[in-house]
């Protein structure tokens, strides 16, 4: 079974996509023997190319993680696969989770939500010819019919997930961002600002568990070392939607972090979880950056229309905080 992973990555951010990580993670853990190759458009790769690599390599599966902004490129991608190899094609990532009606329409099989388990299952089925209608968390296309399979329940152990990078060219990545990787703490936010995608995602996953998950801060520092030792990398960012909201969870991770890892690193945060001992805490840990969301200068604003319930006092009490005690800020604005 041939298995080939695109990232078509149309903004050519140097970061490695996580979906890809996490789903390639989760088959090597499961140890699956299958073929698993990765075509990454990041480092300017042309269409040509690609199908180039598809004729050779013959993929029986091909999944695609996307966001939005690679959607149009994806369905024009897809159009000239379809004359050179019969692969099944599976859309996965944020775009076929929130617009899961348009995606369906250009591929055989889309993901909602989070993949490990569903693609796993769906290559197992398609590897032992069997019907692969009816696994949750996956729409599939069959001729004009589209079977909608609810989703399954979200896993609550996070440590059992593993992003596995090696399948990408982790070397140039870790170089093009001055020997910093990116490391995911967690899934999911527990606020609800409405224009957020994670508004959308807490109802696509109502009734199947919480939400909102952590990794134990022992398991992600494991994860740090391993970079660490394979990849000498010299600074984390963690791009969790917010690092911050459970402070007991925070402490834990920063005091454990400050003896083990002690590497620079960055994170988003939520104004009022900026306290004088999280502040702290974040800088003995070695925190140089704090990402925070303002979005709108009127507290109005922010309370009417986008639940963002902030207040100007703690907007100033947070980057007051963080100048205190060196830690670098960036803030996110709407415009
Ligand atoms: C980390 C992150 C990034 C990272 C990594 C991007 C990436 N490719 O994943 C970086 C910094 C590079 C980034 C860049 C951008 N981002 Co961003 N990012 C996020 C963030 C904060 C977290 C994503 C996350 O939790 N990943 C963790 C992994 C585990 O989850 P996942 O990627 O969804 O993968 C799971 C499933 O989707 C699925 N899956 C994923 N791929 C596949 C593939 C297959 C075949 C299958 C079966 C399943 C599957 O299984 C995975 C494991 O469970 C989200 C907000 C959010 N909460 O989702 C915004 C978000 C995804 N980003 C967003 C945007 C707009 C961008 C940019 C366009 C910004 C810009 N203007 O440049 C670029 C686009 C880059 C790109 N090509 O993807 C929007 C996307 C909106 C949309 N409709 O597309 C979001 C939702 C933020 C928002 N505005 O609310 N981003
Ligand atoms: S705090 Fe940030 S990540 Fe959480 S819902 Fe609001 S905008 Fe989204």
Redesign the pocket.
Known sequence: MNVL?I?????H?E?L????G??YGWLKKKKRTYNIKLFDFTWGATVKECYKYIISFNPNII????????FHFTKTLIKGIRKINNALI??????P???PEESIQHADVI?L????E??DE?IEKLNSNENYSNIKNLWVRSGDKIIKNELRDLNQNLDE?I?ERDIFDVDKYVTGRFSLL?V?AG?G?PYNCTY???FY?RNLCKGKGKFVRMRSPENIIGEILDLKRKYNIKRVSF???TFTFNKNWLLKFCNLYSKEVKLPFVCNARVENITEEVAKALKDANCNGLLLGVESGSERIRKMILNKPITNEQIISAFQLCKKYGIETLSFNMV
């Open positions: 992973l990232y078509p990555n149309v903004t951010q970061a996509s996580p979906g890809i996490y789903i999944g695609f993680s996307i966001s939005t902004f690679d599976v859309l996965g990532g944020i775009h989770t929130v617009a993901c939500g989070e993949g490990e569903a693609f769906l997930y992003c990116d995911y899934r936010c957020c995608v994670n995602k791009q969790d939607d």
